[in-house]
């Protein structure tokens, strides 16, 4: 019996929020979610924000969305 190795890609999304960094992140999480399946890990590679009126108005993280690529559906 041959063992299936599994292939992980890897998107690069932007989150974006306007209440702060972990929402942000979250919020890439969540969307990644609503079209990719089997999500296994994030990395969170930057934090940006804008700055308005002298306060940050709006939350910008970079993250990098791991999951299993399903072989049934590979080339579908």
Do not use: H, Q
Not at 25 to 31: G, K, L, S, T
Not at 47 to 53: C, E, H, L, P, Y
Not at 63 to 75: I, L, T
């Amino acid at each position: 019996m041959r063992a299936v190795a599994s292939v992980v890609k890897v998107l690069e999304l932007v989150g974006e929020s306007e209440r702060d960094w972990d929402d942000a992140v979250r919020n890439a999480v969540a969307e990644a979610a609503k079209t990719v399946r089997n999500i296994t890990g994030i990395e969170v590679c930057n934090m940006t924000a804008n700055v308005r009126d002298g306060r940050i108005s709006e939350y910008r993280a970079n993250v990098k969305v791991a999951f299993v690529v399903d072989p049934d559906r590979a080339g579908a």
